[in-house]
């Protein structure tokens, strides 16, 4: 099924979602890699607040190619950076800071698939190597924060997207994971092969 989801209107919506589902956003979306995942928590743990709520946004994991021009910056490209890498954060992130809708490459582990479950959100998959297309779909940048801190790459950008996407689902909200999925028919698959070649 294919959906259009405005954010953080349609937020309620994404617990009805499948696994395969193919999503379009329109609405708030900001980024955070690595750095940005251990700042989010850092905060947290000083009891400090960041400076938006990103409950009602969808997280990005991406390190955007943006230019000055004037007084607005322009996002030039915007491709998803691999997911996996966040996995050491993320299950904390999401529950600290309620955040439903992730979106990146590569697919997440069983740590974030059983926080998302808890929480009723997804985790989608983006094109790898489409920066340029992603790009155009952010029509504004609202926002960066923690840019001196961080660097342009880490830093957390607000955009302000218009039917970002073709975005698959490959976590659902009952906590199915098409990346642990894959994962095991394949092994079962290779110990097929093994066993049919050791009778040979």
């Not at 190597?129 to 607000?158: Q, R």
């Not at 970002?164 to 990346?179: A, T």
Request: proline content about 4%; some cysteine.
């Amino acid at each position: 099924m294919m959906y259009k989801l405005k954010i953080p209107e349609d937020m309620d919506k994404i617990q009805n979602l499948k696994m395969g589902d193919v999503i379009y956003i329109t609405g708030k979306v900001f980024t955070a890699r690595d750095e940005a995942h251990q700042l989010m928590l850092e905060l947290h743990e000083k009891g400090e607040s960041l400076p938006f709520d990103p409950s009602k946004m969808v997280l990005y994991h991406c390190g955007p190619v943006v230019k000055k021009e004037g007084d607005e910056w322009k996002v030039l490209a915007a491709g998803p950076t691999t997911s996996s890498r966040m996995d050491l954060f993320e299950k904390d992130v999401i529950k600290i800071y309620g955040i439903r809708i992730i979106v990146g490459k590569g697919g997440m582990g069983d740590n974030t698939a059983e926080a998302l479950k808890n929480i009723k959100g997804i985790y989608a998959t983006y094109t790898g190597g489409a920066g340029a297309l992603a790009a155009k779909s952010f029509h504004k940048v609202e926002n960066v924060y923690f840019l001196d801190e961080l660097g342009s790459p880490e830093a957390m950008w607000i955009f302000d997207a218009i039917d970002f996407g073709p975005l698959i689902v490959s976590i659902d909200p009952q906590g199915n994971n098409w990346n642990k999925i894959s994962r095991d028919e394949m092994e079962k698959r290779k110990k097929e092969i093994f066993k049919i070649i050791d009778q040979s």
